[in-house]
């Protein structure tokens, strides 16, 4: 079982930057996968940015490409979204991930609590 916590949601205004955090725990091997969701209001949650432990490769969803930047500290066993210049439009509930894949399958997910970040004009 692998354990993720996220922390450094909050309240910024328009143009304003933040940054989240999300530190893994447990049974870490092989879960070589992070990620960030975002699930705006209303809307459905999607996939806004991953990346692999040891890997200098991330993907980005197009609506925040070259504004969020996902980042890992192997060390800290904690991912990390950076995200600037922030817009009304990213306010929404931020969830961490951290999967294994197989074969391109993801065999086991795991999810953090989720924090709010809310974006004010």
């Known amino acids: 079982q692998v354990q993720l916590v996220e922390s450094g949601g909050g309240l910024v205004q328009t143009g304003e930057s933040l940054t989240l955090s999300c530190l893994a725990s447990?049974?870490?091997?092989?879960?070589?996968?992070r990620g960030w969701y975002r699930q705006a209001p209303g809307k459905e949650r999607e996939c806004i940015a991953a990346?692999?432990?040891?890997?200098?490769?991330?993907t980005y969803s197009v609506s925040i490409k070259g504004l969020f930047t996902i980042s890992i500290d192997n060390s800290k066993n904690t991912h990390y979204l950076q995200m600037t210049n922030m817009k009304p439009e990213d306010t929404g509930v931020y969830y961490c991930?951290?999967?294994?894949?197989?074969?391109?399958?993801?065999?086991?997910?795991?999810w953090g609590q989720g924090t709010q970040v809310t974006v004010s004009r």
């Open positions: 990346t692999r432990l040891h890997w200098d490769l991330s």
């Open positions: 991930t951290a999967r294994r894949e197989y074969g391109g399958r993801t065999i086991e997910e795991y």
């Open positions: 447990g049974s870490l091997g092989g879960v070589d996968i």
